[in-house]
């Protein structure tokens, strides 16, 4: 499975965090748990836990679910 990339965020002054990949946004977050995914974020693999946390990582399935009769054209 290939690593996530593309992921940005953004800290606002608001303490909202603005998440986006390939420039378009993908989650928001404020408060609790935008101070928890930015303590994630510094210990770990950003692109990951981006992708992680916004639910934009892949699962492993694509090439089955592509090779699926219901989906050839």
Same mark, same amino acid.
């Given at each position: 499975? &290939?690593? &996530?990339?593309?992921? #940005?965020?953004?800290? /606002? %002054?608001?303490?909202?965090? $603005?998440?986006?990949? /390939?420039?378009?946004? *993908?989650?928001?977050? /404020?408060? *609790?748990?935008a101070e !928890?995914?930015?303590?994630?974020?510094?210990? %770990?693999?950003?692109?990951? $836990?981006?992708?992680?946390?916004? %639910? *934009?990582?892949?699962? %492993? @399935?694509?090439? #089955?679910?592509? @090779?699926h &009769?219901? @989906?050839? !054209?």
């Amino acid at each position: 499975m &290939p690593k &996530p990339h593309g992921f #940005t965020y953004e800290r /606002r %002054g608001d303490g909202t965090v $603005v998440i986006t990949h /390939r420039d378009r946004a *993908a989650g928001t977050l /404020r408060g *609790a748990r935008a101070e !928890r995914f930015l303590a994630e974020v510094e210990a %770990g693999d950003a692109q990951l $836990v981006m992708a992680r946390w916004t %639910g *934009a990582y892949k699962f %492993g @399935n694509e090439r #089955t679910a592509k @090779n699926h &009769p219901r @989906n050839r !054209r």
